[in-house]
C-alpha cells in the first residue's frame, strides 16, 4: 500500500499495483521454494543413498555420532518456523502491523531461517557436499525474497519498519547487540 505523497492519501490504483506486485512476488516466493526443495531433496538423496559423488566424509563418522548433531538444527528449525507461522497466521489483528513480539522480536525471518536450519540438519545426516553447495544457493534465495519482503514493509509500514529493522537482527539473534557491543 502506497500513500499519495502530496495528500497522504492511499489511492485505489497504488494499493491494486501494490497487491499485484505482492502476489506476484509471493507465487515467485512460494514456487521458488518448492522447487529448491524438490532439487534439494533430489540431490541430497540421489548422492547420499545411490551415487555417493560426494558424502566420503560419513565414512569418518558414524551415523550414531552425526544423526544426534543433525537432530539440533532440524529441531531448532522445526520450532522457529511453527512460532513463526502461528504468529503470523493465527494471531488476530484487527489491522496489518509490524509484528515485533514473541519469535519475530528475536529475528526478523524466522521462518526462513527454521527452513535454512532444517536443510543443514538434512546435510548433516548424510555429510552430502554436493548438498551444501545447493545449501549456499537456498540461502542466497531466501535472502533474496527475504530483503524483497522487507522493501514491501518498508514502503507498507515505512518508519516503523525501518526502526524494527534497526533494533532486529535479519538472520542471527543477538547479533545487534554483539554488533553494538563492539561500537
Do not use: C
Not at 499519495?4 to 497487491?19: A, C, P, Q, R
Not at 560426494?54 to 529441531?75: C, E, G, M, Q, T
Request: proline share 4%; charged share 20%; hydrophobic share 45%.
Amino acid at each position: 500500500m502506497t500513500k499519495n505523497k502530496s495528500s497522504g492519501n492511499v489511492s485505489k490504483n497504488d494499493l491494486g499495483e501494490d497487491i499485484k506486485d505482492i502476489s506476484e512476488k509471493r507465487l515467485f516466493s512460494d514456487l521458488g521454494q518448492l522447487v529448491l526443495l524438490v532439487v534439494f531433496a533430489i540431490i541430497w538423496s540421489l548422492d547420499s543413498f545411490l551415487f555417493h559423488f560426494s558424502n566420503f566424509l560419513a565414512k569418518y563418522i558414524p551415523l550414531y555420532v552425526r544423526l544426534p548433531i543433525a537432530i539440533i538444527p532440524i529441531l531448532f528449525g522445526l520450532i522457529l518456523a511453527y512460532l513463526g507461522f502461528k504468529q503470523v497466521f493465527q494471531e488476530e489483528r484487527d489491522s496489518p502491523e509490524v509484528i515485533t513480539k514473541g519469535v519475530f522480536g528475536l529475528i526478523r525471518h524466522p521462518t526462513y531461517l527454521g527452513a535454512i536450519l532444517i536443510y543443514v540438519g538434512w546435510i548433516l545426516t548424510t555429510l552430502s557436499l554436493i548438498s551444501l553447495g545447493m545449501l549456499v544457493i537456498i540461502i542466497l534465495f531466501y535472502n533474496y525474497i527475504a530483503t524483497h519482503e522487507e522493501k514491501v514493509m518498508v514502503k507498507q509500514f515505512g518508519e516503523e519498519y525501518e526502526t524494527y529493522k534497526q533494533g532486529v537482527p535479519k538472520w542471527i539473534p543477538g547479533s545487534k547487540y554483539i554488533q553494538q557491543k563492539r561500537d
